[in-house]
């Protein structure tokens, strides 16, 4: 995925990346999404590997959006509400630590919008007695998954899902 100077780049980590994908193809102003791996050491990580838990790799969803269309904030709503971010290392059946939430960041921009939202998330009364777990770190090198794991529910004929909707 290359930027350009209309488009930003933006990449998180909910669980399982099929589901997050599907999400966030939902919201108009994201052209573009690959699931794939990032936060490891390994390089060029599969899925293989990263089940392992031995990479240090998240399963993320890396987008390009067009800011002018849709606000990284909005994103970053949409991130808070498809999964439980007071989850360590897991969502729902889903255990592991290329389960984790994160956020990736991709400029000092992205960092300070990020923060400023898990504050207000972890002030407000949702999920009140927990802590936020979700970490907030530089973007690293995005590995993109093997083919058959792009556009997974699109591919295998399910509606519309987000890990914590198939879940429920």
């Known amino acids: 995925m290359d930027d ?14 099929w589901g997050i994908e599907a999400a966030f193809r939902q919201i108009k102003g994201v052209v573009e999404t690959a699931v794939g791996y990032t936060g490891g050491t390994v390089p060029e990580p599969d899925y293989k590997k990263v089940c392992t838990g031995r ?3 998240a399963e993320a969803v890396g987008l390009i959006f067009d800011p002018a269309v849709v606000s990284y904030e909005k994103l970053l709503d949409t ?10 290392n897991r969502q729902g059946p889903d255990i592991g630590t290329s389960y984790r939430s994160a956020i990736f ?18 002030n407000s009364k949702k999920y009140q007695g927990k802590t936020i777990a979700t970490e907030i770190v530089p973007a690293q090198e995005f590995w993109k998954a093997e083919e058959y794991h792009q556009q997974y529910y699109e591919k295998c004929g399910r509606g519309y899902c987000t890990s914590k909707k198939c879940w429920d």
């Open 4 to 17: 350009t100077k209309e488009l930003k780049r933006a990449t998180f980590a909910a669980g399982c990346f």
């Open 55 to 57: 990479t240090g790799h």
């Open 79 to 88: 991130f808070w509400n498809i999964h439980d971010p007071t989850q360590i």
């Open 105 to 122: 960041y991709h400029s000092p921009e992205q960092k300070e919008l990020a923060e400023a939202s898990k504050t207000r998330l972890a």
